[in-house]
């Protein structure tokens, strides 16, 4: 019996990392498992897959600055912003996010998007296993189009087109802050009717962003 369950659970270990290796090549682009669940439940969904390069640089550069900022540093994890939220959990404080992009990535395409110790600890391997399989810039792209940003909203070019009606690649830099700083709740956050935090959120990601060359080398390779 322990046999048998000790066998499926490599082969379950096993899925997402065929998955990744499928995945790699540009011309694969996957769904998230929230885009199955609305297909599964029939809401549907709205997903216009844009390489990498034909979403604004200003999106790109937002959306680092916003949700990971050592993106390019690294290697899947970002263990300083990890051990940092280990401690205030120890501390008995509140707690507050430390998923990387690549993270975000895997969790979108492989695991359930309810905040649990069980999925953070499936994130942690699966994201080192997809820094290695998966250039960043591959792993950019794969995140900037299965990125939920609204109800059954997926992707920069569906999202551009929805909130902006205008397509990824003309987005403006405000615009393109607006989407990054709504990235952590899409659905209580809208990019396309900011509020006035939403919006001085989105002037402070701008700024970021606008000093971004330095932190963004790798997707030059």
């Not at 540009?26 to 669940?37: G, R, W």
């Not at 120890?90 to 507050?96: Q, S, V």
């Not at 359930?112 to 942690?124: A, D, V």
Request: net charge positive.
């Amino acid at each position: 019996m322990l046999h048998r369950a000790i066998k499926i659970a490599v082969i379950l270990a096993c899925i997402p990392v065929v998955l990744m290796l499928l995945y790699r090549p540009s011309f694969i682009h996957p769904p998230s498992t929230l885009m199955l669940a609305d297909l599964a439940t029939l809401q549907g969904y709205d997903r216009q897959w844009v390489p990498l390069d034909k979403i604004s640089p200003y999106l790109i550069r937002s959306v680092m600055m916003s949700e990971d900022g050592q993106f390019c540093a690294h290697n899947g994890v970002d263990w300083v912003q990890m051990r940092s939220v280990i401690d205030d959990a120890m501390d008995g404080e509140e707690t507050r996010g430390a998923s990387t992009i690549t993270m975000q990535t895997v969790k979108n395409l492989f695991l359930w998007n309810s905040r649990s110790f069980i999925r953070k600890g499936l994130e942690i391997p699966m994201a080192l296993t997809a820094n290695v399989l998966w250039s960043k810039r591959r792993t950019l792209e794969l995140y900037l189009n299965v990125a939920e940003w609204g109800p059954g909203i997926y992707g920069a070019q569906a999202a551009a087109l929805y909130h902006f009606k205008v397509p990824a690649s003309k987005l403006s830099a405000r615009q393109a802050a607006l989407l990054a700083v709504s990235l952590p709740n899409p659905i209580a956050r809208n990019a396309g009717k900011p509020g006035p935090g939403l919006r001085r959120l989105a002037a402070m990601v701008e700024r970021r962003a606008r000093n971004a060359g330095p932190y963004i080398t790798c997707l030059d390779q």
